[in-house]
Every structure is written in structure tokens, then in C-alpha cells.
């Protein structure tokens, strides 16, 4: 079946204001706002602004004498569209105008351009869009959609995404698809955090961090006489029902918000219009395989039922119809560029998560953009999602956590002249009676000289690395220094007070060994 795809709603869901002249016609020179500097008559001139751009089915906000603008116009005008113009430079207020015009769209300059509350953006991006088709299909828009949002991909992003939408009143739909493979191996509603990523990851990271507590237990005085073995059925049993608890608790959640919820492939078909499709499950088969070796003439060949090739992974966005809207990809990776806004080249196809050129794959981000997403196109919202100083962990038996940048790209941004790394090995209390090594764990910040020692990277390998990392990324995020971390009492005895007596640089050349705790 088909169903209307997002109409675009960037600007928020305000209805037209009283202000909006009739279509084909000029603003008169009465401005939309008031002359008050109050915050309250900027909120109200951008209520205005709102109510024209969804009050007219073209908006173009422009200047008389900008050539740009001019060129916009007569294009309309050779494809016979009536226009809604307001001239910045005729009003009394106009550069207020522009001003919270930039707020709304991220563009300072005219024309700027909305067709059928799609914001265009300016001159070139108008131009191309009618070469493209993309201007000509936005105009036979009659804005009568089944859904003001579909969402394809119930992941972590995907979910966040959509049920804001929901709570800000907009009709949402999700579709959500697993391909089986070849052996019918599916899984459901959350994506890959929930399903084959942070969520197991975590629970068998704990599972290895049991049994290591296990050796260490007897230098703490626990005897235990029976040989104790570890139930791969019994763990990956325990993981795979609390799984099952969270896909059903996201369902539960969608229907609870009143978001229709498809476990079904979704496909563009033509601008605005998708295809929802039931796939079958796949039939095992056998591959033969042929390895010839890298190091010598050997050569390996057999016949199996499967083959894995734990070689990363590619974003699925080759067979979703983005090929025939127009929307661009990265053909090597599949990966979608997009603004600053998550907008991709087509102005009401937006794209967050894991399919991001350029953007970290972590679940927490596409969360955050997924709701801010929302809030912009249907709450009239501005913020945006902030890609920096984003904390991360690596669940390796011994944990590793970072937020900001690498030692490296640090002096790639800011020269190795202009930073003081200041680093030590540590030894956490709980290894010291078990006997484990006093020179693993390893605690760095690199601090920008010029910028009053401000902390743009923290890096730590240690226990628990994931919790003591949060903190300080909240730290970070308001302006961290090394002059406040040394101002911080620590915690005593914990792996995070570390940072709190920084004292070796790196520069220094100091010997940072560890030999108490």
C-alpha cells in the first residue's frame, strides 16, 4: 500500500496570522512585528513569521534590490506559481525580520525560500531543486498526508524521533523491518542498540566481569570448594528474554502514544509516497568457500551453511527508493550527509543515528537527535543536536572511556605547541589485594594552553570507565579546566579521584608508574 511520506514542518505547526496578505501579492510595508525589544515581541514576531510560512503555499522573504531575490521570483513567475513576498528592505523592522529568520533556518542571507512550509533555503538551492524535479513535485503538494511523520527504522533514534512527534500531537507512523537471514534469524522493535549492540554487549560484559570477580574472591577470603563453569545456554537465555521485554515495551509504548507501528519494510516509491512491503524470510542454503592465504600458497575450499564476515557494517540505505527522490548518499559506506539541521538534499527527508556521514554511531546521540528532530519540525523548537564532546566507552574487559578529542586530533586542531597533556598510570584499590597488575590503568587529559588550560580531551582505562566518564562529560560540557579539576576533592578511594591530582605532563618526560593507591 502507499501512505504520504513527511511533509516537512520545520517551522513549527503555528497556523497563519492575521498578518499574511493574500497570495500573488506583496507584504504591504507594515512589518510583521512590533518595534519592542521585549522578548515577548521577538517570540511574537516569530509567531508571525511562523503564520505566514504555513499560511502560504510559496513564502519568499526578500530584499528589492538583491538580484538573487529577483531571480527566485521570476522563477516562480515563469511557472505561473503565485507568491507571498515580504521585502525586508520596505518594512521598519526588517532586519529584526532577518534576524529571527536566521534563528528559524540557519541562513542569514535572502531570499529565503519556503514552498509548502518545505524551507527551500535560498537562490541556489531553489534553482537546483527545479532542475532536480524536487520544486516542481513540492508545489503539487496538496498537503493532504496520512501521516505528518513516517519514520523507516525503529531504532534507538527512530523511536525517540517518533514518539516525540507523537506527544507534540502529529499523526506518526514507524516501520520497522529486520531482513532474516538465510537461517529465518530476525530480531524486533528497537533496533540494533537494544537487540544485537549495547544492550547484550553489556550484559555479557558483565558476565566476564563476574568471573574475573570469582578469581579475585579468594584474596578476599570467599573458599568455595566446587569447580565453578560458566552455562553459555543459561546467559544468552537471560539476555535474550530481557531483550524480548524491551521490544515488547517499546511496542507497548508506541501504542500507548497512538503511533501507528508497521513491522514491515518501507520503500520510496515517488516523492512523499512509500511502499510498505512484507518480505519472506529467507531459505538456508550452502556456500562454498575458497581462502587462499595472504602469507603463502595455501589454499582452504569447503562447502558451509554460513559464513560470517565479521568485517563492520554498512548502513542500509540502499534499497530503501532514496534513488528515486533524489536523496544522496555516500556510495562507498551508504552513509547520508546531511546540515547541521539532519536535513538531507531533499528538503523534507531527514536522516539521524547510525546512518550519519561523519557522526558517532552511539545510541545516546541518535536518541538526542531523534527528539530535538521533533521538536524542531513540529514544536517550533531551534536547538540542535551538539555532535562535541560526546562521552563513549569501550566495554572491553578493561574498560575504556573518552569525551572530546584524541591526543592526536587535538593536535591536528590546535598544534602540539599550544597543549599541556597531563597523564599517570593508577592502581585501583580493589586490584591491590588481588594482586593484579599496579601499571594497566592509565588516566590522560589534554588542556588547551590558550584557552585557560580548558579541558578538550579526558581519556581513561580502568575499571567502571563508562560511570566515571559520564561525570566529567557533564563537566566538559560547562567549560571544564584543569584549574577546576585541581580545585575538586576527590572521592577517596575510587579510580575517578585520579583526575583530581593531575600533576605529570606529558612534556615533562616524568616516569608516571604507580606503586600505591
Not at 500507548?256 to 542454503?285: A, C, M, R, W
Not at 538534499?345 to 539521524?352: E, M
Request: aromatic letters at 6%.
Amino acid at each position: 500500500m502507499k501512505v504520504g511520506a513527511v511533509p516537512n514542518r520545520t517551522l513549527g505547526s503555528v497556523r497563519a496570522m492575521p498578518l499574511s496578505p493574500p497570495p500573488g501579492r506583496r507584504a504591504r510595508r507594515s512589518s510583521p512585528g512590533t518595534a519592542r525589544s521585549s522578548s515577548e515581541t521577538r517570540e511574537e514576531l516569530r509567531r508571525r513569521l511562523l503564520g505566514l510560512i504555513e499560511g502560504n503555499r510559496v513564502m519568499i522573504f526578500s530584499k528589492s534590490y538583491c538580484p538573487h531575490s529577483t531571480r527566485v521570483k521570476e522563477l516562480f513567475s515563469s511557472l505561473g506559481v503565485e507568491c507571498n513576498i515580504l521585502e525586508l528592505d520596505q518594512i521598519d523592522d526588517g532586519a529584526s525580520v532577518q534576524e529571527v529568520l536566521s534563528e528559524i533556518t540557519n541562513q542569514i542571507t535572502v531570499p529565503n525560500i519556503f514552498v509548502n512550509k518545505v524551507h527551500m533555503g535560498g537562490c541556489d538551492r531553489t534553482f537546483q531543486a527545479h532542475q532536480s524535479g524536487v520544486l516542481q513535485k513540492l508545489l503539487q503538494q496538496d498537503a493532504a498526508y496520512d501521516y505528518d511523520l513516517i519514520v523507516i527504522g525503529g531504532g534507538s533514534g527512530g523511536l525517540a524521533c517518533a514518539q516525540e512527534a507523537a506527544v507534540l500531537g502529529k499523526k506518526v507512523m514507524v516501520l520497522d523491518f529486520v531482513v532474516p537471514s538465510p537461517k529465518g534469524t530476525s530480531w524486533g522493535l528497537g533496533g540494533t542498540c537494544v537487540n544485537v549492540g549495547c544492550v547484550p554487549k553489556k550484559l555479557m560484559h558483565q558476565a566476564a566481569l563476574l568471573g574475573q570477580a570469582l578469581s579475585d574472591s579468594r584474596k578476599f577470603g570467599w573458599e568455595y570448594n566446587q569447580q565453578v563453569k560458566h552455562n553459555w545456554e543459561t546467559m544468552t537465555e537471560a539476555i535474550q528474554n530481557y531483550i524480548g521485554s524491551l521490544n515488547w515495551s517499546y511496542t507497548l509504548s508506541l501504542r500507548e502514544k497512538t503511533v501507528t507501528y508497521v513491522n514491515s519494510y518501507g520503500e520510496f516509491v515517488e516523492h512523499h509516497k512509500i511502499k510498505v512491503q512484507q518480505l519472506e524470510k529467507g531459505s538456508p542454503g550452502k556456500l562454498k568457500v575458497v581462502a587462499k592465504s595472504t602469507e603463502g600458497p595455501e589454499t582452504i575450499e569447503g562447502v558451509y551453511n554460513t559464513v560470517l564476515l565479521a568485517i563492520g557494517r554498512d548502513s542500509c540505505t540502499r534499497k530503501i527508493g532514496l534513488e528515486k527522490i533524489g536523496v544522496k548518499i555516500n556510495e562507498k559506506s551508504g552513509k547520508i550527509p546531511v546540515n547541521d539541521m539532519e536535513q538531507t538534499n531533499v528538503p523534507y527527508v531527514y536522516a539521524i543515528g547510525d546512518i550519519l556521514e561523519g557522526k558517532p554511531e552511539l545510541t545516546p546521540v541518535a536518541i538526542q537527535a531523534g527528539k530535538l528532530l521533533a521538536r524542531r519540525l513540529f514544536g517550533g523548537c531551534l536547538e540542535k543536536c551538539d555532535y562535541i564532546n560526546v562521552p563513549t566507552t569501550v566495554f572491553t574487559p578493561l574498560e575504556y572511556g573518552c569525551c572530546g578529542l584524541s591526543e592526536e586530533k587535538a593536535i591536528e586542531v590546535y598544534n602540539k605547541e599550544n597543549l599541556e597533556v597531563y597523564h599517570t598510570l593508577f592502581w585501583p584499590l580493589e586490584w591491590t589485594v588481588a594482586g593484579r597488575d599496579n601499571n594497566t590503568c592509565y588516566a590522560k587529559i589534554i588542556c588547551n594552553k590558550f584557552d585557560n588550560n580548558r579541558v578538550i580531551g579526558f581519556h581513561i582505562l580502568g575499571p567502571n570507565a563508562g560511570e566515571v566518564t559520564q561525570g566529567f562529560a557533564a563537566a566538559m560540557k560547562c567549560g571544564l579546566t584543569k584549574q577546576l579539576l585541581d580545585d575538586t576533592i576527590g572521592i577517596h578511594p575510587t579510580c575517578g579521584e585520579v583526575f583530581t591530582s593531575l600533576e605529570i605532563t606529558k612534556s615533562s618526560g616524568l616516569d608516571i608508574s604507580q606503586k600505591g593507591c
